[in-house]
């Protein structure tokens, strides 16, 4: 670049970033007056030019969040899961199916995608129901190294198509973030596993692409870390999230996790983010099932997640708690 070109360049940017201070000033002076998604779709919907949407959203957000970084107290802070960020209720739509509208979308399918076989005999099962989403492990963190680990890549191959036999929507666990770019031609939602609600650079991985994503709910999480760690998605640009409450951690044996349904009323609270519920991995009893759904959906809840298997008691992971076919029909009947 010549001397001269490179001085208009350093003239331009001199009065971008004049621009940008101001709009630093002014949303400090009156940021809560500013509905700031309203703001930003606004602008996007009426700006033409050449400068691209994604871009525009990104720059505008990071000054509001420039401008809040001035006060000390983060919760006051407008984070991008926040109601105050956002009011309207976020909607994912995934296939057609809107997660977080009107009507409750549950996923159901298999703990692990064992076999073309297996995956297709509940696919089948689901869509005679007229269920929209399947889903199936394909890589599976394990408590101990020596349980089955999954098909891993071979069980995408298979879950996705299944999907376009079956026409339905394909979702699977992310545990690594290498996988993201590998696991997207075969996904249409990525699950980040309560195991890895933490594993930051995940967060960031799948907040890069603009894939769904369902984001359980560490084991020993609190809500607030539960939010925080969607805000990770989020901040990269995704905003395509859904929270699922799995149970957590505490003293109380006679069910796997405890399902911490104040949870679900709280987060419906505090973020504009669909809220789902897994019955299946938060009570691991069959028995109860259906009615922690009830009472699941009672408090708020967009959908209920759980497992069902074509034959529980050979399934290679979580054969206790996975439905057959027969108990699935009696629990999906009972739901509302
Ligand atoms: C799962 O849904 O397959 C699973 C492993 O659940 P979680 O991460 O909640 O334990
Ligand atoms: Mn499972």
């Not at 971008?16 to 602008?43: C, F, G, N, T, W």
């Not at 394990?142 to 996705?160: A, H, K, M, N, V």
């Not at 980040?192 to 603009?210: D, H, P, T, Y």
């Not at 997640?305 to 699935?328: G, I, T």
């Amino acid at each position: 670049m010549t001397g001269n070109r490179e001085d208009e360049l350093f003239e331009i940017d001199m009065k971008l970033l004049k621009l940008m201070e101001e709009h630093i000033h002014k949303v400090e002076i009156s940021r809560d007056d500013v509905d700031e998604a309203a703001y930003i779709q606004k602008l996007t919907s009426n700006y033409d030019g050449a400068v691209p949407g994604e871009l525009v959203t990104k720059l505008i957000q990071s000054l509001f969040n420039e401008a809040g970084k001035g006060r000390d107290d983060d919760a006051e802070r407008r984070m991008l899961y926040s109601r105050e960020y956002k009011s309207s209720n976020t909607i994912v739509e995934v296939n057609g199916h809107e997660i977080g509208g009107l009507d409750t979308v549950n996923i159901f399918g298999p703990c692990a995608v064992e076999s073309y076989r297996q995956t297709a005999e509940v696919a089948a099962m689901l869509k005679e129901k007229g269920f929209g989403i399947i889903r199936g492990g394909a890589y599976k963190p394990r408590t101990s190294p020596y349980d089955f680990q999954g098909l891993g890549d071979e069980g995408l191959r298979i879950l996705s198509r299944i999907g376009e036999e079956f026409g339905l929507a394909v979702i699977s666990e992310i545990t690594a973030p290498g996988r993201v770019e590998l696991a997207r031609p075969h996904l249409d939602i990525f699950q980040i596993g309560a195991r890895n609600m933490q594993n930051f650079e995940l967060l960031k991985a799948v907040g890069r692409s603009q894939t769904p994503v369902l984001l359980k709910r560490g084991l020993s999480a609190t809500v607030e870390e539960f939010l925080y760690a969607a805000e990770y998605i989020l901040a990269e640009g995704n905003p395509r999230v859904i929270l699922c409450e799995r149970g957590i951690r505490t003293y109380e044996k006679s069910t796997r996790n405890t399902l911490d349904i104040s949870a679900v009323p709280l987060l419906k609270q505090a973020t504009h983010l669909p809220v789902m519920v897994d019955v299946t991995h938060s009570t691991g009893r069959k028995e109860i099932m259906a009615e922690c759904a009830k009472a699941a959906l009672a408090a708020g809840a967009d959908g209920i997640m759980a497992e069902v298997h074509p034959d529980p008691d050979k399934a290679l992971s979580d054969s206790k708690q996975q439905m057959s076919f027969a108990e699935f029909d009696d629990f999906y009947t009972n739901l509302p």
